[in-house]
T-cell receptor, first 114, second 110 residues
């Protein structure tokens, strides 16, 4: 399985600011995803990060709020824009590939918005 | 919309006891996957079931996929404190994306 790192691991941010989360994989992967996990809840898919093109967003998530970049097959960023306390959550990137849809998750970024 | 439902949401188990968590989908699944998330950790892949009626074992964990490929179960025997965490099922359906269940949070009492 791939080794995935995320930066930052946690942050405390002020309302109205933006935070960019980085996801780095140690090998080239086909699929990269961004999830949100609110405290004590399940995982909600935000979007699929597509290499070289715009991300594919799930219902309820929009590019203006969660812009995503994926410049190559090993790296992606998720920005949480104009944050409010409701954005406090754990943000996880995951990867899949090699002909399988099994997903491997990064360690997550724990975000608190004051 | 497509949904994957998981019960119970919370399971309190005495060490040494068995328990089962169940996963149900409203539609037929291509496969079902199970993940474990330790407290403070991230989800870790456990297993994938693809075939109708499939049963797989990992030590004390037994995973089953229903004949109609709409439900699945995870049974843990002789629970240990290392089994603490939240177990998620995730179904891959015709919608093409993995849909996670709500998870079963397992607390083990020594």
């Amino acid at each position: 399985s791939a080794v995935i790192s995320q930066k930052p691991s946690r942050d405390i941010c002020q309302r109205g600011t933006s935070l960019t989360i980085q996801c780095q994989v140690d090998s080239q992967v086909t699929m990269m995803f961004w999830y949100r996990q609110q405290p004590g809840q399940s995982l909600t898919l935000i979007a699929t990060a597509n290499q070289g093109s715009e991300a594919t967003y799930e219902s309820g998530f929009v590019i203006d709020k969660f812009p995503i970049s994926r410049p190559n097959l090993t790296f992606s960023t998720l920005t949480v824009s104009n944050m409010s306390p409701e954005d406090s959550s754990i943000y996880l990137c995951s990867v899949a590939g090699g002909g399988t849809d099994t997903q491997y998750f990064g360690p997550g970024t724990r975000l608190t918005v004051l | 919309g497509q949904q994957v439902m998981q019960i119970p949401q919370y399971q309190h188990v005495q060490e040494g006891e068995d328990f089962t968590t169940y996963c149900n989908s409203s539609t037929t699944l291509s496969n079902i996957q199970w993940y474990k998330q330790r407290p403070g950790g991230h989800p870790v892949f456990l297993i994938q079931l693809v075939k109708s009626g499939e049963v797989k074992k990992q030590k004390r964990l037994t995973f089953q996929f229903g004949e109609a490929k709409k439900n699945s179960s995870l049974h843990i025997t002789a629970t240990q404190t290392t089994d603490v965490g939240t177990y998620f099922c995730a179904g891959l359906g015709s919608w093409g994306k993995l849909q996670f269940g709500a998870g079963t949070q397992v607390v083990v009492t020594p």
